[in-house]
């Protein structure tokens, strides 16, 4: 059986279709992506209620290159962690330990990583980011956790500086998600480093 992590990218549309096949095998709610670019072709809203297998055929029938948009949150049982900096990397390091992070399944990105973490069935996760101002991209941390609602671009996509996104650890290897993912705990822990947390409280999770 050839997995996911094994196929390598390609132009032929009967490969890239069973690329996006072996997405939806493994749980993924995979869409088209335009290539070289981190943008769907198709519209989103139909893939917020329902898996994309049935369409699967159509969505990739042309005979051109494709990326590979992954639907994150309850629809693939995923949540990703995008990192934008080092300042971010050096952080989640930190926040939920080196072991942890380099241990579940990631996809190499054109300049850093994609992290990727496991939902349980019926469990939703609300997408939340940190981007700091132009000045201080140097200095405070840039990521995204992307879940419901959100997608990144997955395995076997181009971005459009060439680099090709690449399993490092398989999406078998992922690990849960635990609460320090959460914005609510993060905003705890950033208002303690630095007093200027956007929230304090209670964890908010999405109802089960």
Known sequence: MVRLADLVFTKDRNEALEIAQ?????????????Y??????????????Q???D???ELFALDQPYNY??????????????????????LWETRIGKEILWATARVKSS???????????????KSWNRHPAEDRKEIDPAF?????????????????????????????????ISDVFYEADYAVYESAVT??????????????
């Not at 997405?23 to 992506?33: R, T």
Request: aromatic content about 12%.
């Open 55 to 57: 369409d699967l055929p």
């Open 195 to 208: 007093g200027n947390a956007t929230l304090v409280g209670k964890r908010t999770k999405l109802a089960d």
């Open 36 to 49: 070289k670019d981190k943008k769907p072709m198709v519209k989103l809203a139909k893939y917020m209620t």
């Open 144 to 176: 995204d956790m992307q879940g419901e609602g959100k997608g990144v671009i997955g395995a076997h996509s181009v971005h459009e500086s060439g680099h090709v996104y690449e399993w490092e650890v398989p999406w078998s290897e992922a690990l849960p």
């Open 51 to 53: 898996r994309s297998t």
């Open 111 to 125: 300049k850093f990583w994609h992290f990727y973490f496991t939902l349980s069935d019926g469990k939703k996760f």
């Open 69 to 90: 948009w992954v639907l994150c949150g309850s629809q693939s049982n995923c949540v990703v962690l995008d990192i934008d900096n080092q300042v971010a990397l050096d």
């Open 22 to 34: 072996k997405f939806d095998a493994e749980g993924f709610v995979v869409i088209p992506g335009v």
